[in-house]
């Protein structure tokens, strides 16, 4: 959308062309490319940098060099390679975002009118107007500045934007009684601001000495249920001072918004790797922008770059208001690459620091669930519901949780009654509808029952491969072979990789005599790597048949229902 040239795209079409490939820089070229598919920004660092050295006419390395330094949060290294790309004339909007960054860090704001000027700058008619406007601010050009902002309320669908940023410079600047107006004015025509203009909202009125209108703000719009950076808002109200720092206090900050808005738009297309260098410079012009270091952060864990997101996680200091939701963050990206006990570790430390914490224990028993530390977690889950007020619908979770752990260890009655307890906080939860239903169609009890559910479950989430899986899974063990097969087919097509899904579909092509197909089904299933028991029983499957399975296992035997004939 905003960067006309994709990452992958320049490695594919630029890093490799025959031209280029200088006799002594096929390995690193090869190697930068391997590493950038990957997304290994130190590695594709390194053998760029190679490249570059000795090829200063591949402007595509140049530019995937700027993004993977970028990505590491290493901007020093990037401007003398924004400067080659411009100075060689090339129209590079990734190097621009360098050049945009190094003249706010030296508040050479005259130096960045220039550039946007001459047109060097996101390629975005809003974004880069929102830019030149904060670049006249910082130049000390306001007329000019408020000029340009008035050329851009009527685009569409950029009204909110546009307006909130004006808000911005007018709390900048100090003209916070104007600032309150737009706020006023955003909330009544858009409905409800956002989490970061609502709270410079209420510094706007803090520093006005409207304590009052601010409490009522606050309430406004988040209620009784105030985390911690909004509690110490709330008590700083309340004491009617106005806290150690604003949230947007400079043209910096006010620059590193607008990037800010970029990185969360394109994280919402899964353009990541652009979403990642915009979060990155807002974290960069803005160091307390805490916001856009959690949005680098989990950009990186979706890249599958656990070390270095749980590196960003821990910019954010102990002493910070959200330091819960960037532990949250580490604690995930330390289990996802696999250190699980210093995962457990860090939400243990949490529970200890944040002991009123829901959220905490929930992800610590969620995490020895997965590790299959079920007592543990049990343990864990008793805490949270403990601290949860029994009649609050979000508590579902708990319960599901819990119950899985109580399944899991063979505790039926105590599983049953949980799932139940989650479905009468929410009656409409697939996922719960799902488990109860397809552990009761295991269990070959309370199959109509069972039904129901399931079915309720694929009404709800019809693309759920697993939830359709159920569905045929159930009639399948009701002997409605016939009427499963659809339902199986269809969730193989959903989940075409998931083993117990292929080896549901070859138990029922079994069943309605489409014994090749099931062999063909049972062969997939092997091959998706299925737990030990399981890849036992498909294998002997594979050998025997089901129906000789079915009689080692004292199973009753298949048997065709009268429906189906």
């Known amino acids: 959308m905003l960067i006309k040239k994709s990452l992958l795209l320049a490695l594919t079409l630029g890093l490799l062309e025959p031209a280029a490939a200088q006799e002594g820089l096929a390995g690193p070229y090869l190697a930068a490319r391997h590493a950038s598919f990957a997304r290994e920004f130190q590695t594709a660092s390194k053998y760029l940098e190679q490249v570059v050295g000795e090829d200063s006419s591949n402007i595509d390395a140049m530019e995937t060099l700027i993004l993977s330094k970028i990505a590491l949060g290493v901007f020093e290294d990037v401007y003398p390679i924004a400067d080659r790309i411009v100075d060689d004339g090339v129209d590079s909007q990734v190097a621009h975002v360098a050049l945009i960054t190094r003249a706010v860090r030296v508040q050479d704001f005259k130096a960045l009118v220039a550039q946007l000027d001459a047109q060097k700058g996101i390629g975005h008619q809003v974004v880069d107007g929102l830019l030149l406007a904060w670049a006249n601010v910082g130049a000390g050009d306001a007329q000019t500045a408020f000029a340009i902002m008035d050329g851009l309320k009527d685009q569409e669908p950029s009204q909110g934007l546009v307006s909130y940023h004006r808000a911005l410079m007018h709390h900048v600047m100090g003209d916070f009684e104007l600032a309150e107006a737009i706020f006023k004015d955003i909330g009544q025509q858009a409905g409800a601001l956002s989490r970061r203009a609502v709270i410079v909202r209420l510094q706007s009125l803090m520093a006005q000495g409207e304590f009052n209108q601010a409490e009522a703000v606050l309430e406004k719009y988040f209620g009784e249920n105030l985390d911690p950076e909004l509690l110490e808002l709330q008590d700083d109200i309340k004491a009617s001072r106005m806290p150690n720092e604003r949230l947007i206090g400079s043209v910096a900050d006010g620059i590193a918004e607008v990037f800010f808005a970029i990185a969360k738009a394109l994280s919402s297309e899964a353009q990541d790797e652009y979403s990642l260098m915009h979060a990155r410079v807002a974290e960069l012009l803005s ?7 959690l949005l680098a952060a989990n950009v990186l864990e979706n890249m599958g770059q656990y070390e270095l997101a749980t590196k960003v996680y821990q910019e954010i200091s ?34 200890r620091s944040h002991p009123l914490m ?43 949780a819990r ?28 996922l719960v509808l799902n488990y109860l239903g397809y ?42 072979y016939k009427e499963a097969v659809p339902h199986l087919e269809r969730a193989a097509e959903l989940e ?13 092509y079994w069943a309605v005599g489409r014994k090749r197909e099931a062999y063909f089904q049972w062969q997939r299933a092997l091959s998706f790597d299925p737990e030990e028991a399981e890849a036992d029983r498909i294998r002997r499957k594979l050998d025997v048949g089901l129906d000789v399975v079915l009689q080692e296992e004292g199973a009753d035997p298949l048997t065709v229902a009268q429906s189906d004939d």
């Open 287 to 293: 160091s307390e922008h805490v916001e856009a270091i």
């Open 318 to 351: 102990p002493d910070n208001p959200i330091f819960h939701l960037a532990e949250l963050g580490r604690a995930e990206a330390l289990r996802d690459s696999g250190n699980v006990e210093a995962a457990i570790e860090a939400l243990e430390n949490l529970t």
């Open 358 to 400: 829901v959220r905490a224990y929930r992800t610590l028993g969620n995490i020895l669930r997965y590790d299959e530390r079920y007592q543990e977690a049990i343990e864990v889950f008793n805490d949270a519901i403990e601290l949860t007020d029994p009649k609050d619908q979000s508590a579902w979770r708990l319960f599901y």
């Open 403 to 430: 119950g899985i752990a109580y399944e899991r260890l063979n505790k039926w009655p105590k599983a049953d009654r949980d799932f139940r307890k989650a479905l009468q906080l929410n009656p409409d939860q697939p």
């Open 439 to 480: 552990s009761l169609v295991e269990k070959k009890i309370q199959l109509d029952e069972a039904l129901a559910m399931i079915e309720k479950a694929v009404d709800l989430r019809p693309s759920s491969g697993f939830i359709v899986d159920s569905l045929g899974w159930v009639l399948f063990r009701m002997q409605k």
């Open 496 to 508: 075409p990789v998931d083993p117990i899904v292929n080896d549901h579909l070859g138990d029922v």
